[in-house]
């Protein structure tokens, strides 16, 4: 494309060889001709070149890779245009130097108002794409592709196996788009201006409100919101107690063996370490945590991560009785509390004692990962603190996206979204334990009353566990030993078999069901190409 500058009427631009004293710095000016006046579709592009480059062509006229946006809709036309003429630009259609047609003969040729075309122009200049200059016209920016980097996406991805078992994550398509989008459109027609400016760090007064009640009814906690912060999900909830604790002193957190691995790395953030610490039967073992001298300890009670352990009775009496002979803190992570198959629900540690236990909790597993959305229920005597620490840290979650929760919360928008993720995981899970049935027989799975996965334990002639985790691999199956959440239980360690850590939740029941197959098929010697996607 060679886009010539017009003249006021938007006819033939003149033809010069020589410089001229509007010429951009370092450009010199070719001869032109109009669409109308070349029979061959094509003009030459004029100015913007270097000196070394005049001659330079292009295929088709400036305003055929405009057209498409020449015919959107009215309402849009502005934007459509100013898109067109940005991706011309990056993607390097219309080179840096080659000047433009005036904004009177491009609305011409494209059948629009000038005061688009004008306001394209306008706007693409101060976001630095094209350049203008008095009498000069408007050509594009010579540094325009050198200053585009591509930004590199690190967001973690499901693997390209044929069969993805790994843990911890949510099927996202079972988001509700039309509710949320509902809940949106609301919050921008009736938010106030005020809400807009900068918030409070715990959050907005309603959210806090709608979610104490909510957890409160769901999950049996003591639920004061001023006591609520909202924060963007448990990670962040976990650096900010690490920061807290660490300004008073408790460089060590006891954590739970087997537990999630990211603990480690959130309080290590903080300056914190981590000392792991084995479970029973009945939850976190006592004795150990007497001993190790820590003051406070990260717990999954619910439905402990990975093992799926329910805390007793006792043993929750036993692990608040401790945190208050040493003035320590329970910190209770409720990945995945609402989600709950064969039993009645169990609720909150919190509940019993508000004053030692820190409680933290999102909406990753439930609506999904990427909205980034928690909260954390803190002990008065660290409230000052943690909400100092979340103003520093970020000023507040963002205020749109709060509203936004709160509104959908209030109209049982969120109470609805669990129940149909109830009802899916529930078959998924069914779907899981069958499979194993059918496949591995004598397998033993454990920790399928509540949660998005379950431990199989293998017999003991599928091993050794190295082998089986290598044909699984070979045979495109991803799959996480128990082993690879550190500490094995106590009392547990010489067990022999393999045992894994399988994820259903992001799965289709024809997908696990070929899954558990293609495992089944590899680790024999069979195998297969089945996957089931």
């Excluded at 057209?67 to 309402?75: D, E, T």
């Excluded at 990211?262 to 610490?277: E, K, M, N, R």
């Excluded at 629900?345 to 990427?370: M, N």
């Amino acid at each position: 494309m060679t886009p010539s500058e017009t003249n006021s009427a938007g006819g033939p631009a003149r033809s010069a060889a020589a410089p001229s004293a509007t010429d951009p710095p370092g450009q010199v000016r070719t001869t032109a001709r109009s669409p109308a006046s070349d029979p061959t579709g094509h003009t030459e592009r004029t100015a913007g070149v270097s000196a070394g480059d005049a001659e330079r062509h292009v295929s088709s006229p400036a305003w055929e890779l405009l057209l498409p946006a020449a015919s959107a809709p009215a309402r849009a036309r502005g934007r459509s245009l100013q898109a067109a003429l940005r991706e011309a630009v990056r993607s390097g259609r219309l080179a840096p130097g080659t000047r433009l047609p005036s904004s009177r003969g491009l609305a011409a040729d494209l059948g629009v108002s000038r005061g688009l075309v004008t306001e394209a122009y306008e706007q693409l200049t101060a976001e630095g794409y094209l350049r203008s200059g008095r009498g000069a016209g408007t050509w594009v920016g010579d540094a325009v592709r050198a200053a585009r980097p591509r930004a590199r996406d690190l967001a973690p991805r499901s693997t390209d196996a044929g069969a993805d078992f790994v843990p911890g994550s949510p099927d996202v398509s079972l988001f509700p788009r039309a509710a949320w989008a509902a809940a949106q459109r609301g919050v921008l027609a009736e938010l106030p201006h005020h809400e807009l400016g900068y918030p409070d760090p715990r959050g907005l007064p309603r959210l806090r409100t709608a979610l104490a009640e909510l957890l409160a009814r769901r999950r049996g906690v003591v639920a004061d919101p001023e006591r609520i912060v909202v924060v963007s999900g448990v990670a962040q909830a976990t650096t900010l107690l690490g920061f807290v604790l660490h300004a008073r002193g408790m460089l060590e957190v006891g954590v739970e063996a087997p537990g999630s691995p990211q603990h480690d790395a959130l309080y290590a953030a903080a300056g914190v370490t981590t000392l792991p610490l084995p479970l029973d039967d009945e939850g976190l073992a006592m004795g150990p945590l007497r001993e190790s001298g820590v003051r406070s300890v990260v717990t999954t009670p619910a439905h402990q991560f990975p093992t799926g352990i329910a805390y007793s009775a006792r043993r929750r009496t036993e692990l608040l009785a401790w945190a208050r002979s040493v003035e320590g803190f329970v910190l209770e992570d409720d990945y995945d509390g609402d989600f709950r198959y064969d039993r009645a629900p169990v609720g909150a540690l919190q509940g019993l004692d508000p004053e030692r236990v820190a409680y933290a909790g999102s909406v990753s597993k439930s609506l999904a990962p990427g909205l980034r959305l928690g909260w954390l229920l803190v002990p008065e005597s660290l409230a000052e603190d943690v909400v100092e620490r979340k103003r520093t840290m970020d000023l507040g979650h963002p205020t749109l996206d709060q509203a936004l929760f709160a509104r959908f919360l209030d109209r049982g928008d969120y109470d609805r979204q669990l129940r149909r993720c109830q009802r899916a995981y529930r078959e998924r899970r069914d779907t899981l334990v069958a499979a194993l049935e059918e496949h591995f027989p004598g397998a033993e799975v454990t920790g399928i009353a509540a949660g998005l996965h379950v431990i199989a334990a293998l017999p003991e002639r599928y091993g050794p566990q190295e082998r089986f985790l290598s044909r699984a691999a070979a045979a495109g199956v991803a799959v996480r030993p128990l082993t690879d959440y550190a500490h094995a239980r106590a009392g547990d360690s010489g067990r022999p078999g393999v045992r894994l850590v399988l994820g259903y939740a992001h799965l289709s029941p024809t997908r696990i069901r070929a899954g558990i197959r293609l495992m089944a098929e590899a680790v024999s010697g069979r195998g297969t190409s089945a996957t089931g996607r």
